[in-house]
T-cell receptor, first 112, second 117 residues
């Protein structure tokens, strides 16, 4: 059974720091991995999608890497800003479907 | 991408009543899903909304409690029936625009925040 874990569970940093959020999954036979952002009480915003054949994806200050063999993905946030404060979730599809299994989330707070 | 509208965005309901949540997508999509996010928790899949047929429910979720409709490729509803305080959650609609499974991004609505008193 696929299990997805994220560490740390919470992170509080001053503005300007570079951050690394971690996502681990127990079954390496994934088709892709997606990172989402969730603001309090809101829905999810898709940040990055990495296909299983890719090693990394970049969007602005965000860079996500994928190492299938070790069952890990990292989300790197450069030069963090207070507007980055949110919960970050990673998710992988269940087998060959579009049903997602979500990680436990990392709650990020960036203070001025 | 896909733009997803959910209604209501939030509601406060009385125990024993039912509430229907609507999900409208701005384009035809292959797959639609309903998730639940309980307070302080991550997301759990309730069911896959199948167009023109009965929804496919995940373990722990049943049709009598969470009836789902999907009359066309752009619209779905989730009803939370006979509500109790344990049903207080954010309910989220998700869609996959891709015609091929597990190849594209999944998109989510803004969620419907339900509080049951």
């Amino acid at each position: 059974k696929q299990e997805v874990t994220q560490i740390p569970a919470a992170l509080s940093v001053p503005e300007g720091e570079n951050l690394v959020l971690n996502c681990s999954f127990t079954d390496s036979a994934i088709y892709n991995l997606q990172w989402f952002r969730q603001d309090p009480g809101k829905g999810l915003t898709s940040l990055l999608l990495i296909q299983s054949s890719q090693r990394e994806q970049t969007s602005g200050r965000l860079n996500a890497s994928l190492d299938k063999s070790s069952g890990r993905s990292t989300l790197y946030i450069a030069a963090s800003q207070p507007g980055d404060s949110a919960t970050y979730l990673c998710a992988v599809p269940y087998k060959d479907t579009d049903k997602l299994i979500f990680g436990t989330g990392t709650r990020l707070q960036v203070f001025p | 991408s896909a733009v997803i509208s959910q209604k209501p965005s939030r509601d406060i309901c009385q125990r024993g009543t039912s509430l229907t949540i609507q999900c409208q997508v701005d384009s035809q999509v292959t797959m639609m899903f309903w998730y639940r996010q309980q307070p302080g928790q991550s997301l759990t899949l309730i069911a896959t909304a199948n167009q023109g047929s009965e929804a496919t429910y995940e373990s722990g979720f049943v049709i009598d409690k969470f009836p789902i409709s999907r009359p066309n490729l752009t619209f779905s509803t989730l009803t939370v029936s006979n509500m109790s305080p344990e049903d207080s959650s954010i309910y989220l609609c998700s869609v996959s625009p891709s015609s091929t499974a597990n190849t594209g991004e999944l998109f989510f609505g803004e969620g419907s925040r339900l509080t049951v008193l």
